[in-house]
């Protein structure tokens, strides 16, 4: 397995996205101007998952509105997620965004999709759900990960858990 080499995410570039995004927010306030607060956990989230991606590029689909419903839905009935799931009764909408430029956005318990519409973007907003006040943290990180071997088999979970820097395993299996 030639991608366990190196890792490429590492605590040393975690620290320097938060100090960059720490020194725009400083430097903007000297200047008198507005920068949105970065959620640097969110860029290092991004650049580790697009760097697994690669790898398990063979698991990545492309999905059409009706299935990410099906889909969604199945996960949601899974016996695993339910026994995590913080708010098990409440219902879990689906939708298309028509903002262009879109990706896929989580607020609650809303998933909207625009042009991600693939498996992964799917397990990734899952996440946001099961994890509600936690971001990009290393709860929703652990999260992704779970959802990635539960649903498309230890050897995805294993790959994101590499690339997150996630030391420790997540096989819970019950």
């Not at 970065?38 to 299935?67: I, P, T």
């Not at 071997?149 to 979970?157: D, H, I, N, Q, S």
Request: aromatic share 10%; with cysteine; glycine share 6%.
């Amino acid at each position: 397995m030639a991608w366990k080499e190196v890792p490429t995410s590492t605590h040393a570039q975690k620290r320097e996205l938060k100090q960059t995004a720490v020194a725009r927010i400083k430097q903007a306030k000297a200047e008198g101007t507005y920068e949105r607060k970065a959620d640097w956990g969110k860029q290092y989230v991004y650049k580790c998952e697009r760097q697994a991606y690669e790898r398990l590029s063979n698991l990545r689909f492309d999905m059409d509105f009706e299935s990410l419903q099906r889909s969604t839905t199945a996960i949601f009935a899974d016996e695993r997620v339910r026994a995590i799931d913080p708010y098990p009764a409440a219902k879990v909408v689906v939708e298309l965004s028509t903002k262009n430029g879109a990706n896929a956005r989580t607020y609650e318990r809303r998933m909207r999709f625009g042009t991600a519409r693939d498996n992964f973007a799917l397990l990734h907003e899952i996440a946001h759900i099961l994890t509600p006040n936690d971001l990009h943290g290393k709860e929703f990180q652990r999260m992704e990960c779970k959802l990635f071997e539960w649903f498309l088999g230890p050897k995805a979970g294993e790959v994101m858990r590499f690339y997150l820097g996630i030391r420790e395993g997540v096989s819970d299996n019950a």
